[in-house]
């Protein structure tokens, strides 16, 4: 009887006499990544003009943006009476009211054509005033100045016809918050849930991190990101990038460079993402135009050439939540 090893010796002597060829059984497909989420976000939201630009940018690129929107813009000079802040007198603000009737009639048609065409709005609040010194009280009052403006805001300012369903929109759009100046407390996260918000999107990170829940709300954070040519982390907002280049005053001649500058700021953390772990990136803008808008010119560029892939998706921060919590698989304009 042949012994084993011979056998084995025989059979592959056989093998390549007839020209077969041992391979490797087949590797495991590899894991296909997810796509990259981009979160951009607009603060107060004021100008009208702003608010269509930026619209039709996510025409253009199949973006969804989360608008944190200040409702004292939502009053007028003759109603601005309706908001009182926490330890304030009535129509206190430190970012002013609408300019008049008109203007208020324009932003809530905005606000309507916005959340029509899949956007997310989330409240900034209504006077913008730093609230790390609040109680949950006084957080849970401003919170209903807010619901409450908002959902009577075409009847506190006299303005007809208000559109069918205006006001359960009011009731049910609104699902997140950012803090005035990123400011927040213990008071204020025991406030969120209380008055029925989901995620908050006031923190700041060293780079781009997985948002956590806590208490039942999901706590988003604007990154640190290298920028400039020292590559010191700077907070990932317009407002940031303007202090770091122009300390915080304006310098249109300089626009291009400091558009620049940001629009290479912007894409390098984004290919660190897309290229490694795929953390979502977020970015955070206002409607002011500073430096001339040359942020604006940078994130008109970014979102031009990153949300158009094919495995990138620039969503709200309502998508995120909602579909990490299995409400909702894919964001669609008009959705």
Known sequence: MLCLSRVVALSLASLAATGAALADP????????????VIISFDSARDISQWKRSRALAQRTGAHFTYFLSCVFLLSPETRGQ???????????????????????????????????????????????????????????????????????????????????????????????????????????????AAGYHFDASGVSNGPALPPTVGGITRFSLPQIPEGPKSRPVIAMDYNLYVRHSGGFERPSEASEFADRTYQAF???????????????????????????????????????????????????????????????????GG
């Open 26 to 37: 087949p590797a495991p497909p590899a894991s296909a990544k997810p796509k990259q989420i």
């Open 83 to 193: 908001y009182t802040a926490p330890g304030k007198t009535a129509g206190k603000s430190n970012i002013g009211f609408a300019a008049s009737r008109q203007e208020v009639a324009e932003r809530l048609e905005q606000i309507g054509l916005a959340v029509h065409e899949g956007h997310d709005i989330a409240s900034h609040a209504c006077g913008h005033f730093d609230g790390k010194d609040w109680s949950k009280a006084d957080w849970l009052k401003e919170f209903a100045s807010f619901e409450h403006i908002l959902e009577n805001a075409y009847a506190i300012n006299g303005i007809a016809p208000e559109p069918e369903g205006w006001r359960d929109l009011a009731r049910h759009a609104v699902l997140g918050f950012r803090a005035p100046y990123l400011s927040t407390s213990k008071a204020l996260y025991e406030a969120l849930p």
């Open 267 to 333: 894409r390098a953390a984004f290919d660190t993402q897309y290229q490694g772990k795929r953390i979502p990136l977020e970015l955070g803008f206002h409607f002011t135009l500073m430096n001339d808008g040359a942020y604006w010119n940078a994130l008109e560029r970014f979102a031009g050439d990153v949300c158009v892939k094919a495995d990138v998706e620039c969503i709200s921060f309502r998508d995120y939540v909602e579909r990490r919590d299995g409400n909702q698989t894919q964001s669609t304009i």
